[in-house]
């Protein structure tokens, strides 16, 4: 992977790692890629840390659905958990694929460079 390409998705995983909504294993998998840039293990980490943000990361139908839940209910309570379905359907009816939440919206701008970083 060239060098812009690196730079770019580690900052991005800087800014994964510091969301609140970042997942341990998100969080574990973005640690451990960063530990191995420049060695011998960074295409086999590269690759894990690909896939743990492909399974990480929330369709939009997801969020609506997780949101209009008990489960959703109990995590954000009533009146927020309302909102964020709203939003959901807000940014689904504008062409959004994914959760916006800055954990989902760092992950996919590292999807965007999947092919460059397997490259």
């Known amino acids: 992977m060239n060098q812009s390409v690196r ?9 994964l790692m510091e969301a609140a909504s ?14 191995a840039l420049g060695t011998d293990r960074e295409e086999e980490e590269t690759k894990k840390y690909l896939a743990e943000l492909e399974a990480d990361i929330v369709p939009v139908d997801g969020l609506i659905a997780f949101a209009e839940s008990e489960g959703g209910k109990q995590v954000f309570g009533e009146e927020k958990a309302a909102q964020l379905a709203a939003h959901g359907r807000e940014i689904k009816a504008a062409g959004e694929k994914y959760c916006d939440c800055p954990a989902c919206a760092a992950a996919r701008k590292i999807l965007e460079k999947k092919d460059e970083l397997l490259g």
């Open 7 to 15: 730079e770019y998705a580690s900052e991005r995983t800087k800014e």
């Open 22 to 35: 970042c997942s341990a294993e998100a969080k574990a998998a973005a640690r451990a890629w960063l530990e």
